[in-house]
């Protein structure tokens, strides 16, 4: 009712104002779609028409051929629930259409593995069909169209699966499964770039769906058509992997850039049509405002060709000009990062749980529950963690923390936005107070894939959510709940009730600690499992810092100063060696065995959090030039990586020693599921990388084995780390730094697309399986190629580095407020 008040009222007003007097957004046909859906309560509509999808489409057919001249169901199979048919009843080719059909409730529970039990789906509707060993290399693409025909759905997806004989490998992708998020009730037209797989002797092709329960409307039975299968030979498909951009191309920021900061783009078209000359048009007359010089670059990763503009720092609308290819329109502005704001923000909003988000779902998951003690907590709320239902209450803090360091910046500044911010926030909040049992155990997770009924005493119930007393944890809630008392001001007994609680949690925290130190971290499938000890002692320091900054009792001052002893004995003060002066990155622990580095989830940031407010908080402190100089030194390394991916902006992971996989304990709490020849692949990986010296590496990705792999939130965790020490140090180059962790996401990086959809141009669909496509979706991220050390971002939509995760989107709203 709360929320349904606050739309309403907002709506109210937006309505008696008009949108000249207003500014929501930058974009105005974006604030006409914020004010329709009543400031996000409902989901900003999709726009896929600067989509990637879309833009593949308009791509020249050099040849195509049907996928097979047999007739009616020949070559094709079943299995799993349901049944397959031809039909006539839907056609786009004239010819009739495989039919799948499946239900989409089996009436038996859903039972996953021992480890994970309630990771489960109830089966699937698959078919196949049999290539039998066919020579596909002279064809690139692969199209289709698919009708789905799903009673009350308003999700709909299917899976489409390319398999090649492995005997005679040429290539790292063999197989592959890509998610094809689609519109029901309407002819889908779909396609997969299959240049990066080896298909000399394609075995076969199929559609599957996972049966995932029932949503509020959803019906008895679950139909897709599938018709006109064609492989093609298209022109300049895309790249997926390496630095170098594709034929033709401008790689840029497609959002665009800030004034009096660095402005550069990259482009691969061919010197002998630009001449060594680019323009920068206004996008409104067309004129050309900026005339430049196209520079040669020799970088560690290649030979590019740069276009820098920096010296351009009027506002407005522009494009990009070299020879006869112009980019599509982007700002130079103070503010260009409101835009994706409202976007990421309307992400987070359709990730809700336990509440009806319209055109995604109903109120969901309220007979899922946690048990302590005889008590028990349904645990509906907060948000869905990724493109599955899972939860976990401390990534829901995570992402409160930063809708309110968003609202706090943006206050005084965008009124509607930072309401709007604080509304979400308050909705996070609510889900980790709610389950807090009040002895220091919390509500901790569960892994989930499917809707359940929401009837209690039922088949599908769900009563082990797990639940956990860990030190780590309660440190971080306390942090939140300290910052949340002092940065909510319209809820005085909230405020009071949270400065209790952030003081009861560390006092949970702090007892924890005292029994068991560090290291306890149970469940590997909790993001904090891959803690180092020196974040933890940072994490520590932090906490005990926030509750300084609401109490100012002198306790909470004494621990931050003695806690963060310990991570500064974990940073390396000494350079390399005489060959190399790399220094200032921090080891996991005092042993100084392993170099802090991330696969995923990644709190990079805490470190200089935790300096900076030591030194904002206690400026008199005998250790104030200590915490100091050891943000220089962070910020020296940060500066010092930039070269490695040059002319990119991207962050590199770090420096590797090359024995890291010996110290096991630390290796397997970061490398989950590894092969085993980890030992072997990481030494590999980390080859691949830059020699420092005879036992340090600079890798530009991480070294990783298991489906945890993506880069995002690695980046923009390191990005805010350099943001937060460029205006502690007033340092222009670091917060240059940030910026570029941003630019890098929106489309300066080689393969030219945005990672948020919808923001700027050429954003590709997601791993969004059970909540559908999104705007302002972003995904875990850009990956490396096998155990080389350069970028990989194929179409093939799978999980988890296309996969839809609602922490990447809370580090790009703690990163972008950096600069509001």
């Known amino acids: 009712m709360k929320n349904i008040l606050i739309a309403t009222t907002l709506s109210l007003c937006l309505c008696q104002m008009s949108i000249a007097q207003i500014r929501l957004a930058q974009d105005p046909e974006l604030e006409k779609a914020i004010i329709s859906t009543g400031l996000i309560h409902s989901p900003l509509p999709l726009d896929d028409s600067n989509s990637f999808e879309v833009n593949g489409l308009q791509k020249k057919v050099r040849y ?32 009739g259409s495989i039919k799948i059909e499946f239900p989409t409730f089996t009436g038996k529970r859903a039972q996953g593995p021992l480890s994970d039990p309630d990771y489960a789906t109830y089966g699937n509707s698959q078919i196949h069909f049999e290539v039998n060993g066919e020579n596909w290399e002279k064809y690139n693409r692969i199209a289709f169209y698919i009708y789905p025909d799903c009673e009350g759905a308003r999700v709909v997806n299917l899976n489409f699966s390319f398999e090649n004989d492995a005997t005679s490998k040429k290539s790292d992708v063999q197989s592959a499964s890509h998610l094809i998020n689609l519109q029901n009730k309407q002819w889908n037209r779909c396609f997969l770039s299959m240049d990066e797989f080896q298909r000399d002797k394609v075995k076969t092709i199929g559609f599957r769906c996972s049966i995932k329960g029932k949503d509020r409307t959803t019906g008895d039975l679950s139909v897709y058509y599938i018709d006109r299968i064609e492989l093609q030979q298209i022109e300049n498909p895309d790249p997926v992997s390496g630095w170098i951009p594709g034929k033709d191309k401008i790689i840029y920021s497609t959002t665009g850039y800030m004034p009096n900061d660095a402005k550069t783009a990259i482009t691969s078209i061919d010197n002998d049509k630009h001449k060594g000359h680019f323009q920068l048009l206004d996008a409104t007359t067309n004129q050309v405002v900026f005339n430049g010089s196209v520079k040669n670059e020799q970088t560690t990763i290649g030979t590019f060709d740069v276009l820098d503009f920096s010296f351009f720092n009027q506002t407005g609308i522009f494009k990009l000009k070299v020879a006869d290819i112009e980019t599509p329109a982007f700002q130079i502005g103070d503010n260009i990062w409101e835009n994706s704001m409202w976007r990421v923000l309307n992400f987070i909003f359709c990730q809700r749980c336990g509440y009806p988000v319209p055109g995604k779902h109903g109120t969901c998951h309220t007979d899922l529950c946690s048990q302590h003690d005889g008590k028990m907590i349904s645990y509906a709320g907060g948000w869905h963690d990724a493109g599955d239902l899972s939860q976990q209450t401390l990534q829901t803090g995570d992402v409160t923390y930063a809708l309110l360091e968003a609202y706090d910046k943006l206050k005084n500044k965008n009124e509607f936005l930072a309401a709007r911010l604080l509304e979400e926030a308050e909705w996070g909040l609510e889900f980790v107070l709610r389950n807090r049992y009040g002895d220091g155990y919390r509500a901790s997770s569960v892994g989930l894939l499917i809707w359940l009924d929401g009837v209690f005493n039922s088949l599908d119930d769900i009563s082990t959510v797990r639940v956990q007393n860990l030190a780590f944890d309660n440190f971080l809630y306390a942090a939140y709940e300290a910052y949340a008392a002092m940065t909510i001001d319209r809820d005085p007994m909230l405020q009071e009730y949270l400065a209790r609680i952030a003081k009861e949690d560390f006092d949970f925290a702090m007892r924890r600690h005292k029994e068991v130190g560090y290291g306890e971290f149970i469940h590997f499938y909790e993001h904090e499992y891959n803690t180092s000890e020196s974040q933890y002692m940072a994490t520590v320091s932090w906490a005990a810092s926030m509750l300084y900054q609401l109490t100012k009792e002198p306790q909470y001052a004494e621990l931050a100063a003695e806690y963060i002893d310990y991570t500064l004995e974990c940073q390396r003060k000494e350079p390399l060696g005489d060959t190399d002066q790399t220094k200032g990155f921090f080891y996991r622990d005092k042993s100084r065995q392993s170099i802090v580095h991330y696969i995923h989830q990644s709190r990079e940031q805490i470190y200089m959090q935790a300096m900076t407010l030591l030194c904002e908080t206690q400026p008199q402190h005998p250790d104030y030039l200590k915490w100091a100089e050891s943000i220089r030194l962070y910020g020296d390394y940060l500066k010092g990586l930039m070269k490695y991916t040059a002319p990119y902006g991207m962050l590199p992971s770090g420096v590797y020693h090359i024995d890291e996989h010996k110290d096991s304990v630390s290796f397997y709490r970061l490398h989950l599921w590894p092969p085993e020849n980890a030992d072997e692949l990481y030494v590999e990986q980390v080859k691949k990388g830059v020699k420092l010296d005879k036992e340090h590496y600079m890798k530009r990705f991480p070294a990783w084995f298991s489906i945890f792999n993506g880069n995002t939130a690695i980046h923009l965790s390191t990005g805010k780390a350099a943001a937060i020490c460029g205006k502690f140090l007033k340092d222009g180059e670091l917060l240059s730094i940030g910026l570029e962790q941003m630019y ?30 999104i705007v302002g979706e972003m995904p875990v991220g850009i990956r490396s190629l096998g155990n080389e050390d350069i970028p990989y971002w194929p179409q093939t939509n799978n999980a988890c580095y296309k996969e839809v995760w609602v922490t990447s989107a809370g580090k790009w709203l703690t990163l972008a407020i950096e600069y509001e």
């Open 64 to 95: 195509s051929a049907p996928l097979s001249h047999k007739k009616g169901l020949d070559g094709w199979n079943h299995s799993g629930w349901g049944k397959m048919e031809f039909s006539t009843e839907k056609t786009i080719s004239g010819k």
């Open 744 to 773: 890098w996401t929106v489309g300066k990086n080689p393969f030219g697309q945005s990672l948020i959809y919808g923001e700027g141009n050429n954003y590709p669909q997601m791993d969004s399986f059970s909540s559908g496509e």
